[in-house]
């Protein structure tokens, strides 16, 4: 269905390959709907008894959803092809929540970047999967850079980080390494690129009844390599702690300013540079999505997509990172001291019945 995804089965093992080098393996429509079609054929076949999803390119697994895309569509006037930016986010979601209760091993190698939509093909599943890092992954839920939000489930799973390593990572942005992907619980095994190709003889030559535990087996070799020291999010835990727990985002911009530390102007920062008003609903979303199920949350991320694309902060961000490139998005409201409650919670107001919604059918 896409030039861009390549499957095959080998020793029992379904493999999926995105093929997309030159816009690191950005998701498309088709590419959603391959993965998807791909994923439901294996489901019930015998003959396929783990799923390995990885990158063609040394560069990304995935960056993301296709924002180009997103931009082409959401400035038209009148959108004439809004209806496939609604199957988009539709069906993404839905390949999320598939994944997330896949009843087969399901194996991701998350080697180059990794960011947005490519987080949410590898980071779903609880039990049947496997996450595995590289010296080269490069891995953050950069949305609030354009406009947007950590979606994806990410309201889901960067929950599931410890303390408010979640926040931070949702609020920011910042892009984090193997060590500290492992150290959130956003990775499982280190094994370096090196490495790799004994990783795929094993995959597609070994006759061991568990996949996910013979690629533990081999990743033990390298676990020394992965250093504590070396772990930012580690290092510097007691301050996201202290700064990322309050539930307002002016809370936690001013906690920041009363810090002299280098993480805290770091932070600053940074933040300076995100969209004020996405910061503030993505942690809003973080917040309201603690105690909900991975179906809750994305129906609620699909709510808030279609409120994004309303309110225009995404087209903004994507015109000044990727389209006029001058890297000047002028943000709406332009200050965290500007965001507006009321405004922050219209983002989950519901826009379709329950009945209606386009995720309804996930439990």
Same mark, same amino acid.
């Given at each position: 269905?896409?030039?861009?995804?390549?499957? &095959?089965?080998?020793?029992? %093992?379904?493999?999926?390959?995105?093929?997309?080098?030159?816009?690191?393996?950005?998701?498309?429509?088709?590419?959603?709907?391959? %993965?998807?079609?791909?994923?439901?054929? $294996?489901?019930?076949?015998?003959?396929?008894?783990?799923?390995?999803?990885?990158?063609?390119?040394?560069?990304?697994?995935?960056?993301?959803?296709?924002?180009?895309?997103? /931009?082409?569509?959401?400035?038209?006037?009148?959108?004439?092809?809004?209806?496939?930016?609604?199957?988009?986010?539709?069906?993404?979601?839905?390949?999320?929540?598939?994944?997330?209760?896949?009843?087969?091993?399901?194996? =991701?190698?998350?080697?180059?970047?990794?960011?947005?939509?490519?987080?949410?093909?590898?980071?779903?599943?609880?039990?049947?999967?496997?996450?595995?890092?590289?010296?080269?992954? #490069?891995? =953050?839920?950069?949305?609030?850079?354009?406009?947007?939000?950590?979606?994806?489930?990410?309201? /889901?799973?960067?929950?599931?980080?410890?303390?408010? %390593?979640?926040?931070?990572?949702?609020?920011?942005?910042?892009?984090?390494?193997?060590?500290?992907?492992?150290?959130?619980?956003?990775?499982?095994?280190?094994?370096?690129? =090196?490495?790799?190709?004994?990783?795929?003889?094993?995959?597609?030559?070994?006759?061991?009844?568990?996949?996910?535990?013979? *690629?533990?087996?081999?990743?033990?070799?390298?676990?020394?390599?992965?250093?504590?020291?070396?772990?930012?999010?580690?290092?510097?835990?007691?301050?996201?702690?202290?700064?990322?727990?309050?539930?307002?985002?002016?809370? *936690?911009?001013?906690?920041?300013?009363?810090?002299?530390?280098?993480?805290?102007?770091?932070?600053?920062?940074? +933040? =300076? #540079?995100?969209?004020?008003? +996405? +910061?503030?609903?993505?942690?809003?979303?973080?917040?309201?999505?603690?105690?909900?199920?991975?179906? &809750?949350?994305?129906?609620?991320?699909?709510?808030?997509?279609?409120?994004?694309?309303?309110?225009?902060?995404?087209?903004?961000?994507?015109?000044?990172?990727?389209?006029?490139?001058?890297?000047?998005?002028? $943000?709406?409201?332009?200050? %965290?001291?500007?965001?507006?409650?009321?405004?922050?919670?219209?983002?989950?107001?519901?826009? $379709?019945?329950?009945?209606?919604?386009?995720?309804?059918?996930?439990?």
């Amino acid at each position: 269905m896409s030039s861009y995804v390549i499957t &095959e089965i080998k020793n029992h %093992i379904g493999f999926i390959t995105l093929d997309r080098p030159k816009a690191l393996n950005s998701l498309s429509l088709e590419m959603v709907r391959a %993965i998807t079609a791909s994923l439901l054929a $294996w489901r019930d076949d015998q003959n396929v008894r783990a799923v390995f999803i990885h990158s063609s390119s040394e560069k990304a697994f995935c960056a993301g959803g296709d924002i180009r895309f997103f /931009y082409d569509v959401g400035t038209q006037t009148p959108m004439q092809d809004s209806a496939l930016l609604e199957d988009f986010f539709t069906e993404e979601y839905a390949l999320n929540h598939l994944i997330h209760f896949y009843p087969k091993p399901y194996i =991701a190698l998350m080697h180059g970047v990794v960011m947005g939509g490519g987080m949410g093909i590898a980071q779903s599943g609880v039990s049947s999967r496997l996450r595995i890092v590289t010296e080269r992954t #490069k891995m =953050a839920m950069p949305e609030v850079n354009i406009g947007l939000f950590p979606d994806v489930g990410g309201g /889901y799973f960067l929950n599931q980080t410890p303390g408010e %390593i979640g926040t931070y990572l949702g609020l920011t942005g910042e892009i984090i390494q193997a060590v500290d992907a492992i150290y959130a619980n956003l990775a499982d095994v280190y094994i370096p690129s =090196a490495a790799i190709p004994d990783l795929m003889q094993l995959l597609e030559s070994s006759t061991v009844a568990d996949v996910r535990q013979a *690629i533990r087996e081999f990743a033990t070799q390298f676990a020394q390599q992965l250093v504590i020291e070396d772990c930012q999010l580690a290092t510097h835990r007691s301050a996201i702690d202290q700064h990322f727990s309050a539930n307002e985002l002016a809370a *936690i911009d001013a906690s920041l300013h009363t810090d002299d530390s280098t993480f805290a102007s770091t932070s600053l920062a940074t +933040m =300076a #540079k995100r969209s004020p008003l +996405m +910061m503030a609903v993505t942690l809003e979303q973080l917040r309201r999505c603690q105690q909900m199920t991975v179906a &809750e949350c994305l129906r609620v991320e699909r709510t808030m997509v279609r409120h994004c694309f309303k309110h225009g902060e995404v087209l903004e961000g994507v015109r000044a990172l990727v389209v006029d490139k001058d890297n000047l998005p002028r $943000w709406s409201p332009p200050s %965290i001291a500007d965001v507006d409650t009321t405004l922050v919670q219209s983002f989950f107001d519901e826009v $379709w019945p329950a009945y209606a919604h386009p995720l309804a059918h996930l439990n």
